[in-house]
């Protein structure tokens, strides 16, 4: 069975930085894109940012700068460093595994609760 597990979150102060990881296991993980999603409460789940298999990154518009998404591919694992935290980015950060190709294939993990806070 595929698991994405996270880990990372925590409670941390405006202004600082969180380092966030998720390992991905049975699949063939170089080949897939890896993103990170966040939920905040009575909001709907938002991109945050992805990487493909070649290393190409896409970040949303409000974390640019600020974040930044890479991947082990030797470690079955992707990273996001966050810098600067504000308040308003507390949610709970999904992992996420796509692989687009005959069919459609794609994981999530549970998530990891990252709360800005002072």
């Known amino acids: 069975q595929v698991q994405l597990v996270e880990s990372g979150g925590g409670l941390v102060q405006p202004g600082g930085s969180l380092r966030l990881s998720c390992v991905a296991s049975?699949?063939?993980?170089?080949?897939?894109?890896m993103g990170w999603y966040r939920q905040a409460p009575g909001k709907q789940r938002e991109l945050v940012a992805a990487i493909t298999s070649g290393g190409s990154t896409n970040y949303a518009d409000p974390v640019k700068g600020r974040f930044t998404i890479s991947r082990d591919n030797a470690k079955n694992t992707v990273y996001l460093q966050m810098n600067s935290l504000k308040p308003e980015e507390t949610a709970v950060y999904y992992c996420?595994?796509?692989?687009?190709?005959?069919?459609?294939?794609?994981?999530w993990g549970q998530g990891t609760q990252v709360t800005v806070s002072s």
């Open positions: 049975r699949i063939i993980f170089r080949s897939y894109t």
């Open positions: 996420n595994a796509d692989l687009r190709g005959v069919v459609r294939q794609n994981y």
